[in-house]
């Protein structure tokens, strides 16, 4: 792996003709620091965010313990790469043989469920363990963030309080669990979710000794400025330690774009320049997932000097798809033009969060 001092100096260097992903490990690890140090309980990263085995051990080194995975391949590379870690399987519909092999091969203890289905599978597939901390998923409001996540999982706190009950019988340890949606602009997503959380505990009669707050914790974007992380850490252990909880419950998140949103770039090519759109050498079906299939405003900059004042531009990617479309706006200089492995070559630099790392990487 290739190190360099700037995206700049990449360019002027390598004068890439393919993307390149610029790898900032410093970011990640102030990150990763900063949620151990501030947020008033256990931090596990959302693997899906970015699954690279090297933000993984990065992670691990700057003391983030915990990691919640949604997949049996989440669950195996996790433990190749953070062997001592404790993994937390949080995806609420697992197969039967994932759920076995991560609690018997891979020492998962901790199992996320949202029905009744759920919970007898995953008693059925630990043969009955005494020994597992389940975690019942609430469905919440996703109002206060830019992507919903609260449609497809969790049970809602009207029909939850059964499903409480069986699972407080079958787990050594109950946990209720929530996802506000990604990129919550608002702490108060986790005040209103809390007292959800109070509702559901309350009318289910249970001890429960976890309370995950799930993910959501936003990162700064063009037209997204959040308020500061530590409004969302205070209003969350205010509503934690209002709940009727056992004396010794725990407090979880799982941060996931929080964590590894600095962590990468990638920077790409102009190949052709059409009015305000641009034609770019990666794009939907690369690292620019986002940006083309949620209309994800990352930032960019040109990687050359220009007094030029900015303008909007759409990207198109390298494929003949017409999906292959990043519509932005993304604000760059009046005057790029396409790029060459002449001196007239012109790159770009996207912010890439939330995505796997490529195999073209380069660190700065």
């Not at 002027?12 to 490990?25: D, W």
């Not at 559901?200 to 400025?225: E, K, L, R």
């Not at 009015?275 to 079906?285: E, K, Q, S």
């Not at 220009?306 to 292959?324: A, E, H, I, L, R």
Request: net charge neutral; aromatic share 10%.
């Amino acid at each position: 792996m290739r190190h360099y001092h700037s995206a700049l100096g990449l360019a002027a260097e390598v004068r890439p003709a393919q993307p390149v992903t610029l790898l900032r490990p410093h970011a990640a690890r102030r990150a990763a620091r900063y949620f151990v140090e501030k947020f008033p309980g256990t931090a596990l990263y959302a693997v899906k965010s970015n699954p690279s085995p090297e933000l993984i051990r990065l992670l691990w080194e700057s003391g983030i313990t915990h990691f919640d995975v949604a997949s049996l391949k989440e669950v195996r590379l996790v433990r190749a790469n953070a062997p001592q870690a404790t993994l937390c399987f949080m995806h609420p519909v697992k197969a039967p043989e994932a759920i076995a092999e991560a609690y018997f091969e891979h020492g998962v203890r901790t199992f996320s469920l949202d029905s009744h289905e759920e919970l007898a599978k995953i008693v059925a597939a630990t043969n009955g363990a005494t020994d597992l901390t389940l975690c019942v998923r609430l469905r919440v409001s996703s109002g206060h963030s830019k992507l919903s996540l609260a449609s497809k999982f969790g049970v809602s706190v009207e029909d939850s309080a059964p499903l409480l009950m069986a699972a407080r019988q079958a787990a050594d340890a109950l946990g209720v669990c929530f996802h506000v949606g990604s990129q919550a602009m608002s702490p108060q997503a986790y005040a209103d979710a809390m007292a959800l959380v109070r509702a559901a505990i309350v009318q289910a009669g249970v001890t429960v000794d976890v309370v995950d707050v799930g993910g959501g914790f936003p990162s700064i974007y063009p037209g997204m400025t959040p308020p500061d992380m530590a409004s969302y850490f205070q209003v969350i252990k205010t509503h934690f330690e209002a709940l009727p909880i056992s004396y010794s419950a725990e407090l979880w998140c799982e941060p996931g774009r929080a964590l590894c949103a600095e962590y990468a770039s990638v920077v790409v090519r102009v190949e052709r320049r059409r009015g305000d759109v641009l034609y770019i050498n990666d794009g939907a079906y690369g690292s620019l997932f986002d940006a083309a299939h949620v209309d994800w405003r990352f930032p960019v900059r040109l990687l050359r000097d220009s007094s030029v004042k900015p303008v909007p531009f759409s990207f198109y990617g390298p494929t003949c798809d017409d999906m292959d479309f990043m519509r932005g706006p993304f604000e760059l200089p009046a005057d790029v033009q396409p790029g060459t492995m002449s001196r007239s070559a012109c790159w770009a630099r996207t912010a890439r969060p939330c995505a796997p790392i490529s195999t073209a990487s380069s660190r700065i």
